[in-house]
Structures are given as structure tokens and as C-alpha cells.
């Protein structure tokens, strides 16, 4: 991503993004937390109605409906 002149987008930058769609999760890995042991990357999707923010268990590999979110640098 480095290369390529895009770093990971943060929290700050994920609820700022005005083109989402309303449909995908979308995982911010410029802002990871950790919980009890446990790394977390905030989320955005939608339940139902209502756009969500989430924390999400940062695992090794994702889900194929996941998209992760990069800044140009």
C-alpha cells in the first residue's frame, strides 16, 4: 500500500468518507486498539437502517465483504 503512495485511513478519515455506499464494512487500519489482550480496527456498516460504527477483532484473514479503507499519502 506503502508503495503504491497510500497509507491506511484512520477512524477520523473512515467517518469523513462521503462515498460510502451503505452496503459494505468497511475496516479503518491506520486506528487499531487494544483490548484485554485483544487487537481491534474501527468499523462502518449499515444494520437496517442505521449507519454503525464497530470495533472489530483484527484477524489474519478477512471476510470476502469486508473493504479496507486507504488514504493517498
Not at 32 to 50: H, I
Amino acid at each position: 500500500m506503502e508503495k503504491v503512495g497510500y497509507s491506511p485511513a484512520t477512524i477520523y478519515e473512515l467517518l469523513s468518507w462521503k462515498k460510502w455506499n451503505g452496503r459494505d464494512l468497511v475496516v479503518a487500519f491506520g486506528s487499531v486498539v487494544k483490548v484485554g489482550g485483544n487487537r481491534y480496527v474501527a468499523c462502518l456498516y449499515r444494520n437496517d437502517s442505521e449507519r454503525r460504527l464497530d470495533l472489530v477483532w483484527f484477524v489474519s484473514d478477512w471476510d470476502a465483504v469486508c473493504r479496507f479503507l486507504a488514504v493517498r499519502k
